[in-house]
């Protein structure tokens, strides 16, 4: 997903500045898992007719894995960053979204929070837009893991911050316990996930 400048619309902290979108969609494989991950249109029923959206809107994004001949498997967003360049190098400028093994940390001061799932090879976030690198473009790095569903635990999750409520975990309320990390460091346990693969768009 590119970002581009645009018009000042909203109000935000201080630093931030005015942006627009410009998203492209991506197909990716690994094996016989195929990633997909792109913008969409309000409801999620098709790709996003329009490229261009004002800060303070709602960027729906939706990311799914094709499993083939695989058991049932659990999609995450583990880590998504907005970089300047559409390439991650260690002297790009970033910008956290996801972090901390699927803790959606843009939810915390903002309307960012994902979706209720539809089906288990899928997650849906709405991203509420953000101001990052005035004047440049912008590209938003991800890193998909299919996973296990009955293996989540602190280092495999979708969390986001509920005002009023703190950290929920998408897939279990019960089990939200598992966002408590998002606080601080959710450290990787001795398991290998089914397949993980870093994208950028």
């Given at each position: ?107 915390v001061s903002s309307r960012s929070k994902f979706e ?86």
């Open positions: 997903m590119q970002v581009k400048e645009a018009e000042e619309c909203c109000v935000r902290p201080k630093d931030w500045y005015a942006t627009i979108y410009d998203p492209v969609f991506k197909t990716y494989s690994l094996g016989d898992l195929q990633f997909n991950i792109g913008l969409m249109n309000d409801d999620f029923s098709g790709p996003a007719e329009s490229t261009r959206f004002p800060l303070g809107s709602i960027i729906p994004i939706m990311a799914s894995v094709v499993q083939e001949t695989h058991q049932p498997l659990l999609l995450l967003l583990e880590e998504c960053v907005a970089a300047t360049t559409p390439e991650l190098y260690p002297e790009s400028t970033m910008y956290p979204i996801i972090t901390n093994k699927g803790c959606l940390l843009e939810s209720p799932r539809q089906k288990s090879s899928e997650i849906r976030l709405s991203l509420q837009t953000f101001t990052f690198a005035m004047g440049e473009e912008v590209f938003i790095h991800c890193k998909l893991l299919a996973w296990d569903p009955n293996g989540l635990d602190s280092t495999k999750k979708a969390c986001h911050f509920v005002e009023g409520h703190g950290w929920e975990l998408l897939d279990n309320l019960a089990q939200s316990n598992l966002c408590d990390c998002c606080e601080s460091k959710c450290k990787s346990r001795r398991q290998r996930s089914v397949a993980s693969e870093k994208h950028g768009m």
